[in-house]
């Protein structure tokens, strides 16, 4: 027999949270949360209010809305430092290229390939 988990629904997702005693308030909300965002995903956000972090019970008092939060800030900042570090990104590899062909490529008729000598 397989060991993998039968799949669940969104509101068996919510109910799943709720069994381990995350406090749901709009569980209309919290499914649509989840049809947009992996379960697995949103749980990872979660591991730090459970009892210990290899149980899946929530400690007193844990509400879908604060893991969602702090789920959403993450996606926030993530989409905010992305413009930065492309940026960098794209520096990094101007500067590295330029510097590469000056040093490797200045002799006419280079070899296009790396390492081959010229004849």
Same mark, same amino acid.
């Given at each position: 027999?397989?060991?993998?988990?039968?799949?669940?629904?969104?509101?068996?997702?919510?109910?799943?949270?709720?069994? /381990?005693?995350?406090?749901?308030? *709009?569980?209309?909300?919290?499914? *649509?949360?989840?049809?947009?965002?992996?379960?697995?995903?949103?749980?990872?956000?979660?591991?730090?209010?459970?009892?210990?972090? *290899?149980?899946?019970?929530?400690?007193?008092?844990?509400?879908?809305?604060?893991?969602?939060?702090?789920?959403?800030?993450?996606?926030?900042?993530?989409?905010?430092?992305?413009?930065?570090?492309?940026?960098?990104?794209?520096?990094?590899?101007?500067?590295?290229?330029?510097?590469?062909? /000056?040093?490797?490529?200045?002799?006419?008729? /280079? *070899?296009?390939?790396?390492?081959?000598?010229?004849?």
């Amino acid at each position: 027999m397989s060991d993998l988990k039968a799949p669940t629904t969104f509101k068996e997702q919510v109910n799943r949270l709720s069994n /381990h005693g995350m406090l749901v308030e *709009d569980k209309s909300s919290a499914i *649509d949360f989840l049809s947009k965002n992996n379960y697995y995903r949103f749980t990872g956000y979660g591991i730090q209010f459970r009892v210990f972090p *290899d149980k899946s019970e929530y400690q007193d008092g844990t509400t879908f809305e604060t893991v969602s939060q702090i789920y959403n800030f993450d996606e926030e900042l993530r989409i905010l430092l992305l413009k930065y570090i492309s940026k960098a990104e794209v520096f990094y590899r101007t500067i590295i290229s330029y510097g590469f062909s /000056h040093l490797k490529c200045r002799k006419p008729l /280079h *070899d296009q390939q790396i390492g081959r000598a010229h004849v």
